[in-house]
């Protein structure tokens, strides 16, 4: 079976760092765009972060940008977010997707469009609180 496990949520304080991974199992990754998607209670699912199938390129939402690194391991099936400088407004439920590869122009417009996602990690929480 198909299946993305998110790993790495926990409780931390405001200018603290976190790393979550994603790890496929039933499936290759290696072919799949990635991409980091979080929620916050009451709000509509936003997209974080986006790298490509090889790893050559990301995205970030500015919210995160400068602060969060994406990257992936396709030896080890494995995507990774790197959070620092953690605000409580990170606060969210955060998952991994998997989509697809199409041509970079077309991503860069579509990153954050749920429904082109094939795969869906359950999610690990992440708080920022003092």
């Known amino acids: 079976q198909a299946q993305l496990v998110e790993s790495g949520g926990g409780l931390v304080q405001p200018g603290d760092s976190l790393r979550l991974s994603c790890v496929a199992s039933g499936f290759t990754l290696d072919y799949y765009a990635i991409g980091w998607f979080r929620q916050a209670p009451g709000k509509e699912r936003e997209g974080v972060s986006f790298i490509s199938s090889r790893g050559g390129s990301t995205l970030y939402a500015d919210s995160v940008k400068g602060r969060f690194t994406i990257s992936r391991d396709n030896a080890n099936n494995a995507v990774y977010l790197q959070m620092g400088s953690l605000k409580p407004e990170d606060t969210a439920v955060y998952y991994c997707?998997?989509?697809?590869?199409?041509?970079?122009?077309?991503?860069?417009?579509?990153?954050?469009?749920?429904?082109?996602?094939?795969?869906w990690g359950q999610g690990t929480q992440v708080t920022v609180s003092s």
């Open positions: 997707a998997a989509a697809r590869p199409r041509d970079w122009i077309i991503s860069v417009l579509t990153w954050r469009r749920i429904r082109d996602y094939d795969y």
